[in-house]
């Protein structure tokens, strides 16, 4: 017979057991409300629920025909229904016994009298709580509704397990873990938490040799080990495969992270008496409590930290999430969220910088440059989110987000009545490389009613030599749909004329460092010559980016390059500027001016 000491014991390993699981209250799972609403059904009941019971209350993460979440666990029948440790637990009328009649349910209006419950073990043989129904009349289930209500409950139990919880581990899945790390760094009592994520070395090749059932008895003795080491006020969880997590509370010392590596170094024993000694890529980040950062932003953060650790070959390493990784993800937070249309990340706007044809005196296109503007980082240049956004895989909705403003301000200058200009875009490599990016251009261009000739991508002479046969069909489908074709920064790569040669192409843009001070160096002048050869050979416009000075306008004068971009006529305009601009232009458009007068046209757009 169990002593009150072991009672108390088993008592705290149940409840222990329950934080495995982690239902959120506000939005109740539609499998486990599905099962209540069969069982309340089929049984011909009024009102049921799933309960889990902890020491002193009853959680009820779903319920059917009545609204409650939590109760005292010595006034709910769920509890009587725990401590009997049976399977099947009934109260035929809850008005027969003083007991049962003092429970609200039956003492309180509309008197709830016949309650029938199954009670859920989990995986491990924990009581984890029951499902229950109950009807408004006193009445006794027979052996068929019995049989039922037990099915009924392992489907329960079976949702728990394979959604919050990981079977071959017995710890919290994913899910749980973010959810039981959300509650805990909002109400824990601890000035500091570490979040930690694990990734070991080696354990694929225990798959490949020794098969899935070593593989899965290595990952429960890992686990095994995380669980003691982390301790039971501690959270740890399994992220699938060979990835583990875990969140302490109170401050963590370097021995204690060492040790964590200590534990994972032993090594495991494996079929046929041999052993494997597995390493890890321990990543952590410190934060303080209260903590508004979101948990799964914390759990992102320890993963990039492990990440960025290199080979493990001799003993595993631990790396902490720094100053600069930790701007890195608030970073890349944003930008998802100003991707996703969240107001809080600031907002995406477009500018446009003109392209003059100065001896023509005209207007002869727009290059479509993207800002941020946060609302505590102020203006976020495109050389810091660009990259990120290409690194981080968010370049391609990047790219499409761009085109769509810039079809859309198109589309509502032409409503306006306004000159038509091509407008210049640049996509990044995965971008142009993308299967569903003409496709989506073609979508774009048929909701703004938009012909393709009006718009022009750039491909950087770096992005053609490193793809050119992929970049090369995607090229051909682009042009198929009407658009330009123009090599951007020209002559800072490595100035392949075979990969140029490959590729059909409308405009070529000379980098601004061989037009910025082209008139007082014979060297640059050289260079500009031989970018200047190359496009006459091609057939292709050039255009010379940068231009900021009257002495260079001079030079390339005299060179017959007439088409430029720059400062020296106009910065970047939003678009307000350039409906007044295009305005001014359709104005003037037949009006002879010198090159002074074309300046003044930008001067007030």
């Not at 495995?20 to 011909?44: H, S």
């Not at 409906?579 to 037949?590: D, F, P, S, Y």
Request: charged letters at 25%; proline letters at 4%.
């Amino acid at each position: 017979m169990e002593t009150r000491i072991e009672q108390d014991d088993s008592e705290q390993r149940r409840v222990q057991e329950l934080s495995r699981y982690e239902l959120a209250l506000d939005k109740p799972d539609p499998q486990l409300r599905f099962i209540v609403e069969l069982a309340v059904r089929t049984m011909g009941a009024d009102i049921g629920g799933v309960s889990l019971v902890y020491r002193s209350h009853i959680w009820l993460p779903v319920t059917v025909g009545i609204t409650v979440r939590e109760v005292d666990r010595c006034e709910s029948f769920c509890g009587e229904a725990v401590a009997s440790e049976h399977d099947f637990f009934e109260i035929e009328d809850g008005l027969a016994e003083d007991w049962s009649a003092a429970k609200p349910l039956v003492r309180r209006e509309p008197h709830y009298r016949h309650y029938a419950a199954v009670t859920l073990y989990g995986n491990r043989g924990y009581l984890l709580g029951t499902l229950w129904v109950m009807w408004l009349a006193p009445g006794r289930l027979d052996d068929a509704q019995r049989t039922m209500l037990h099915g009924l409950g392992r489907l329960v139990t079976d949702t728990l397990e394979l959604r919050y919880s990981d079977a071959i581990t017995g710890m919290c899945n994913r899910g749980a873990f973010v959810q039981h790390l959300q509650q805990a760094k909002i109400g824990a009592e601890a000035q500091e938490m570490t979040v930690g994520y694990i990734d070991l070395s080696g354990f694929h090749q225990i798959n490949e040799v020794y098969g899935r059932a070593a593989g899965n008895a290595t990952l429960a003795e890992i686990a095994g080990r995380v669980i003691g080491w982390a301790g039971p006020d501690n959270l740890v969880g399994h992220l699938g495969g060979d990835r583990f997590c875990f969140a302490l509370l109170g401050p963590t010392s370097t021995d204690r992270l060492q040790a964590l590596c200590r534990t994972i170094d032993v090594p495991v024993m494996l079929p046929g008496e041999r052993t494997q000694v597995l390493r890890a890529r321990i990543g952590f980040v410190r934060e303080k409590l209260p903590s508004h950062m979101a948990a799964a932003a914390l759990l992102d953060m320890a993963e990039t930290a492990a990440a960025s650790i290199g080979d493990v070959d001799s003993f595993s390493v631990t790396r902490e999430y720094g100053s600069e990784m930790r701007e890195r993800s608030c970073f890349l937070h944003d930008l998802a969220g100003v991707l996703e249309g969240h107001p809080d990340a600031g907002e995406l706007s477009m500018h446009y910088q003109p392209q003059v044809n100065f001896a023509k005196q005209k207007l002869i296109g727009l290059e479509a440059l993207v800002r941020w503007e946060h609302p505590e980082r102020g203006t976020v240049p495109p050389a810091t989110f660009v990259p990120l956004a290409e690194s981080s895989g968010n370049s391609y909705a990047l790219d499409l987000h761009v085109m769509r403003q810039v079809c859309r301000d198109m589309r509502g200058w032409a409503d306006a009545g306004l000159p038509q200009v091509p407008v210049s875009l640049n996509f990044s490599r995965s971008s142009l490389l993308h299967p569903g990016l003409p496709e989506a251009i073609a979508a774009l261009l048929e909701e703004h009613a938009l012909p393709g000739a009006l718009l022009e991508v750039e491909v950087t002479e770096s992005q053609l030599l490193e793809a050119p046969e992929a970049l090369g069909e995607r090229v051909a489908a682009l042009r198929e749909l009407g658009l330009r074709i123009a090599i951007d920064d020209f002559g800072i790569g490595y100035s392949n004329l075979d990969a140029i040669g490959s590729l059909p192409f409308d405009r070529l843009k000379v980098d601004r460092r061989f037009v910025h001070g082209v008139a007082d160096s014979a060297v640059t002048a050289s260079l500009f010559r031989l970018i200047q050869g190359v496009a006459e050979v091609s057939d292709a416009e050039l255009l010379c980016e940068g231009l900021e000075r009257q002495v260079d306008l001079d030079w390339l004068r005299h060179q017959h390059a007439y088409c430029v971009q720059g400062w020296y006529f106009c910065s970047a305009l939003p678009p307000q500027g350039v409906e007044h601009l295009l305005r001014a232009w359709g104005q003037r458009a037949r009006q002879t001016v010198q090159d002074g007068d074309v300046r003044e046209l930008f001067a007030n757009p």
